[in-house]
């Protein structure tokens, strides 16, 4: 079966003018000449890409599947991240928090953790494999409809979708109403738009990844949706979990297998992980 394929111009800017960047999957991942946002155009439609996200498979010249699984070292790197960004758990205490696209449920542990159970998390996540998952471990994980939902929370977060999102800026503008007067959006993604192909890290799982941002585009995204930006943190390629340097380090002993830890080693790590924290600016009266 084909895909049902679209056209678009660059959620960023608007802009429709845009030079080739990299081919991948059947797909080709454009950069926008006015703003140099990377997106796929021609993408999937939008239908297909909700069910993509349901099933955990994106279909190009080869089937991605993305369900993945369960990694406990997430945990403890999330807890981390959170001590980075907040400084201290306590200030959780009594607070609610909805992790939109929360996977198996690893950012709600660390947050339990972080704020030694003083936080009310609960995660909504379309991949019905992940939501079983989570539920199996007994996190409040379910998935609903965000532009209905009438909870309001104290914090949002949304670590790893930025990039999954067909119209991110609109994907926030919607979901501002989810946060109570002054809450906070915690978002993770890639800050990558501005390497070149040769430098951005690979591959890029097209159609699975729609696009590719930066600081400064997430950051003007956010403060034209009402946000004051409260900070920005960015971590090398690997982090300290035990998973990831296992697997980096396995990649040492094939011939020809490119190791993040060996491009460590050679001084070329880069920072692609970066995390953005950003305050509802209150509404005037």
Aim: aromatic share 10%; net charge negative; proline share 5%.
């Amino acid at each position: 079966m084909e895909n049902s394929v679209e056209n678009v111009f660059c959620y960023n800017c608007g802009g429709g003018d845009a030079n080739a960047y990299a081919e991948e999957n059947g797909y080709s991942l454009v950069k926008c000449i006015q703003c140099g946002l990377l997106y796929v155009s021609p993408r999937p439609d939008t239908e297909e890409i909700a069910q993509a996200h349901k099933l955990g498979q994106h279909r190009g010249m080869e089937l991605i599947q993305t369900t993945g699984y369960y990694d406990f070292s997430k945990v403890s790197s999330y807890v981390r991240t959170l001590k980075d960004l907040l400084g201290d758990g306590a200030q959780l205490q009594g607070k609610t928090w909805l992790d939109i696209g929360c996977g198996y449920g690893e950012f709600l542990l660390a947050l339990q953790r972080f704020s030694n159970g003083g936080v009310v998390a609960r995660g909504v996540e379309p991949n019905m494999h992940k939501t079983a998952a989570a539920i199996r471990r007994g996190l409040d994980v379910s998935y609903f409809d965000l532009a209905s939902h009438t909870e309001r929370y104290d914090y949002i977060s949304f670590l790893n979708v930025f990039s999954h999102l067909p119209d991110p800026p609109r994907a926030i503008e919607e979901w501002r109403h989810l946060l109570r007067d002054g809450g906070s959006m915690v978002i993770e993604t890639g800050d990558t738009a501005d390497y070149s192909p040769e430098l951005h890290p690979k591959p890029y799982y097209l159609p699975d990844h729609l696009s590719f941002a930066s600081e400064r585009i997430i950051s003007g995204i956010l403060e034209k949706s009402g946000f004051e930006i409260l900070a920005v943190r960015k971590y090398p390629e690997v982090r300290e979990s035990p998973a990831a340097v296992f697997r980096e380090a396995l990649k040492l002993l094939v011939p020809g297998k490119r190791s993040r830890i060996g491009r460590a080693l050679k001084g070329e790590l880069r920072f692609f992980d970066m995390y953005v924290h950003a305050r509802l600016r209150p509404t005037p009266s």
